[in-house]
C-alpha cells in the first residue's frame, strides 16, 4: 500500500462544489449588478459560465495533484496546484478518523475521511490533519486497520491477544428523543424571535392609532398583514430548522469501541466521530430554558483533539437530549473515571443579593432610558426589574460546586444551565477572583479552566463561601495538599 | 485554612516603567486637554469647560501614573515552586492562579526598548489551553525562572 493513490474522481466534483458554494455571494452581485445595463448581459452571461468551467478545471487539477500513500508508517500526502505541499502525519502521532458522508459520496459508496491529530497549535488553522475528500470504504477501512495495527504495536506490554475489540452500545437516540430534540434546539430562539415580532408589530401601531387617525383601519390592517407574513416566514423557518436537526441528528448512535467512543448520526449526510477516551478533558451536561423544565439535558464531551476551526470536533455531544436523570446510568459505566451522582453545594444565601443587584445594574439603564424617552410606557419597564429578580434568583439556585472522587464539578448558568465535570488532572489552570465587594462578604469567584480544541473551555462559579474556595484551591496544590 | 500569599513581587522597577509609560499616554489625554482649551479661548465659550477639561487629565493622570501603577505593583505577587506556578495580581479584583508544573507546555520571555532599558522582562507561561503572564520581572531572575520552568515542567503526555 505505498504507492501514491488518487481520490476517487468524485472529489474533483466536491471540491468544486464547495469552491461554488463560497463563491455564490460574490457571485450573486456580479449577476444583480451585472443585469442592470442591457448590452452587457452577454457578457455577464459569459463570464459567469466562464468562472463555473474555470472552478470546474481548478477542481478536477486539484484532483490530480492530491495523492496520498502509507509508507514507512506514516500517512503521505502531496498536493497543492501550484505551490507543491507534502504532508506526512505519522500513524502513532494519529489521534482519530472521523469518517463522513455527504450526499455525492452516499452516491458512489464512498467516504470522506478526516485525519486527526493532535495538532501543535497555534501554526495555521488546519495544522496537523488531513482530509481524504472521497475515497472508497475499503480503503478507507485499510487505513482504519493499519492504524488498529500500529496502535497495537505501541502497547506491546498489554497481551497482544487480549480481548477482541469491545463493542457495547452506549446509547441510540429514539424517534421521540430526536423529535423533542428537533422541537426544542435551535429553533426555539427562532419561535421566541417570531413571537416578539408579533407583539412588536402590535405595539408599533399604538401611536400610529393617535397620528393618523382617518387611515387607521388601513393602517391597522397592514400591521396585521405584515405581522401574519413575518410569523408565517418565522414559522417556516422553524419547520426548515426542525428538518434539518432532524436529518442531522437521526439515528445518532454512540458507541464504546475499546477505549475510544464512536458516535454516528445523520440520515443524508452520515457521520462518524471517534473520541479516544483518554482525550476527554470534561464532560458538560446543558439545560437549556425549554428543556430544563422538561427535565431533559444534553451531555458534550470536551476533547483535546480538534482544529481551531472546526468547534464541533473540540466539544463533541454524546447525549443530544436525554432525562436528565437517566445521564448517570447512561455514561458511568463507560466513562469510569467520571462521577454524576454528586451533591452540589449551592452558594451560600447572602450572595443572592450581590445576584440581584448585578441582574439590576444590567436593567436599570434601559428602564431609565424608557422611561425617560417613551414618558407613559415606559414605564412598563418597570416589569423587567421583576423579571431581573426572577432571573437572578435561577443564577443564584443554578450555582453550585462539589469536590468529590477526585473530581471538581461546578455549575453554573450563562443562559443555560451547565454542569461541567472535570478531573484534577485535566484542569490546566485554577484560579480564584475576589473583589472588593466579595472579600466584604467573604465570598469568591472560582474559575478552572481545561483544555478544548485549540483553546479552553471549562467553568467559573461565582460567589461561593471562600473558605470553600480557598478548600478547593488547596486541594488542586500539587504542594499544600495534606 | 486559608491561602498563603505568593512570597515574591516583581522588580520595583517595573513600577518606574509602568508610570513612564502611563506618562506616554496621559501626555495624550493632556493634549487633548489643552486643544479643548484653545478651542474655548478661540471661540469664547464658557470657562468652565478649561476648568473641567484640566481637571480631568489631571485626575486621569493621578490615576494612572500614580495610583493604579502602585496598587497594582503592591498587589503582584508570584511564586515558582517545584511542583506549581502560583500568581497573584489584580487592582481592585485580586486574581489567584494556579498552574501545576505538569501542565507547562512552554515559557517565553519577551522585552520591549522601555523594559530592555530597564533590564526588565515579561514572562508568558502557556498550558494547553491557558497563557499567564508575569510582567516586568528582573532580566536575570526572568532568564533563571525561565530554565528552572522548562526545567521542571515535563509534559505528561497522557493526560493532554
Known amino acids: 500500500m505505498s504507492e501514491p493513490k488518487r481520490l476517487h474522481p468524485i472529489a474533483a466534483v466536491v471540491n468544486a462544489l464547495r469552491q461554488l458554494k463560497e463563491l455564490i455571494i460574490p457571485f450573486l452581485v456580479f449577476v444583480v449588478f451585472g443585469s442592470r445595463g442591457t448590452n452587457w448581459d452577454l457578457f455577464y452571461f459569459y463570464g459567469s459560465i466562464g468562472a463555473v468551467v474555470l472552478i470546474f478545471v481548478y477542481g478536477v487539477l486539484t484532483w490530480y495533484r492530491f495523492t496520498y500513500r502509507i509508507e514507512q508508517g506514516e500517512l503521505r ?28 459520496q452516499r452516491l458512489f459508496g464512498l467516504v470522506k475521511v478526516k485525519v486527526e491529530t493532535a495538532g501543535s497549535g497555534g501554526m495555521g488553522l488546519q495544522d496537523g490533519e488531513a482530509v481524504l475528500t472521497a475515497i472508497t470504504k475499503q480503503e478507507a477501512k485499510e487505513i482504519h486497520d493499519y492504524l488498529i495495527s500500529i496502535k497495537k504495536r505501541a502497547v506491546p506490554e498489554d497481551e497482544n491477544q487480549e480481548q477482541e475489540t469491545r463493542d457495547d452500545i ?38 400610529y392609532e393617535q397620528i393618523f387617525d382617518g387611515v387607521e383601519h388601513f393602517v391597522q390592517s397592514g400591521v396585521v398583514f405584515v405581522s401574519v407574513v413575518v410569523f408565517a416566514g418565522f414559522l417556516l423557518a422553524w419547520v426548515i430548522a426542525l428538518f434539518g436537526t432532524m436529518l442531522k441528528y437521526a439515528n445518532f448512535t454512540v458507541r464504546k469501541v475499546d477505549n475510544d467512543l464512536v458516535i454516528t448520526r445523520g440520515l443524508l449526510e452520515k457521520r462518524q466521530f471517534t473520541i479516544p477516551l483518554n482525550r476527554i478533558q470534561a464532560i458538560r451536561i446543558s439545560e437549556n430554558l425549554i428543556r430544563q423544565p422538561l427535565g431533559y ?25 436525554v432525562k436528565k436523570k437517566k445521564i448517570p446510568g447512561l455514561l458511568e459505566p463507560h466513562l469510569t473515571d ?35 424617552f417613551l414618558r407613559p410606557w415606559g414605564y412598563g419597564t418597570l416589569v423587567l426589574l421583576a423579571v431581573s429578580a426572577l432571573w437572578s434568583f435561577l443564577n443564584y439556585k443554578d450555582t453550585g460546586w462539589s469536590l468529590d472522587h477526585g473530581m471538581l464539578t461546578f455549575r453554573y448558568r450563562s443562559i443555560v444551565k451547565n454542569t461541567v465535570y472535570m478531573r484534577k488532572n485535566k484542569v490546566q489552570s485554577f484560579s480564584v477572583k475576589e473583589s472588593f465587594f466579595q472579600r466584604n462578604k467573604k465570598l469568591a469567584t472560582v474559575e478552572a ?14 460567589d461561593v463561601e471562600k473558605k470553600d474556595a480557598e478548600s478547593i484551591y488547596h486541594w488542586y496544590s500539587h504542594e499544600t495538599a495534606e | 485554612m486559608t491561602i498563603s500569599e505568593p512570597q515574591k513581587r516583581i522588580s520595583e522597577r ?6 513612564i509609560s502611563a506618562c506616554i499616554h496621559t501626555l495624550v489625554v493632556w493634549l487633548l486637554a489643552g486643544g479643548l482649551t484653545t478651542i474655548t479661548v478661540f471661540f469664547d465659550w464658557p470657562y468652565w469647560i478649561i476648568g473641567a477639561a484640566l481637571g480631568f487629565a489631571a485626575v486621569y493622570s493621578y490615576l494612572f501614573i500614580i495610583l493604579l501603577p502602585t496598587l497594582r505593583w503592591k498587589r503582584w505577587r508570584y511564586e515558582v515552586r517545584e511542583q506549581e506556578i502560583e500568581l497573584q495580581y489584580g487592582v481592585f479584583i485580586i486574581k489567584k492562579t494556579l498552574i501545576p508544573m505538569i501542565r507547562v507546555q512552554h515559557v517565553d520571555t519577551q522585552q520591549g526598548p522601555l523594559l530592555r532599558k530597564y533590564k526588565l522582562s515579561t514572562v508568558t507561561i502557556s498550558t494547553a489551553a491557558t497563557v499567564h503572564e508575569i510582567p516586568a520581572l528582573d532580566m536575570e531572575e526572568a532568564e533563571s525562572l525561565r530554565t528552572s520552568i522548562s526545567r521542571l515542567a515535563r509534559v505528561a503526555d497522557e493526560d493532554v
Open chain 1, 77 to 104: 500526502i502531496e498536493y497543492g496546484l501550484i505551490i507543491r505541499k507534502k504532508r506526512y502525519i505519522p500513524f502513532d502521532r494519529i489521534q482519530s478518523l472521523d469518517l463522513s458522508e455527504g450526499i455525492l
Open chain 1, 170 to 207: 452506549l446509547y441510540k437516540m429514539s424517534a421521540t428523543e430526536l423529535l423533542m430534540l428537533a422541537t426544542t434546539s435551535g429553533g426555539v430562539g427562532v419561535v421566541i424571535s417570531a413571537v416578539l415580532a408579533f407583539v412588536f408589530q402590535f405595539e408599533e401601531f399604538i401611536p
Open chain 1, 297 to 321: 439535558a444534553s451531555a458534550y464531551v470536551e476533547s483535546a483533539g480538534g482544529s481551531a476551526l472546526d468547534q464541533e470536533s473540540s466539544r463533541v455531544i454524546i447525549l443530544p437530549i
Open chain 1, 338 to 372: 467520571y462521577h454524576f451522582r454528586v451533591d452540589l453545594i449551592p452558594a451560600p444565601s447572602r450572595a443572592y443579593v450581590r445576584y440581584l443587584f448585578k441582574g439590576w445594574l444590567f436593567v436599570l439603564p434601559i428602564i431609565i432610558a424608557a422611561i425617560w
Open chain 1, 449 to 462: 479552566i481545561v483544555k478544548s480544541g485549540h483553546g479552553g473551555a471549562g467553568g467559573k462559579v461565582i
Open chain 2, 14 to 19: 517595573a513600577l518606574t516603567v509602568w508610570k
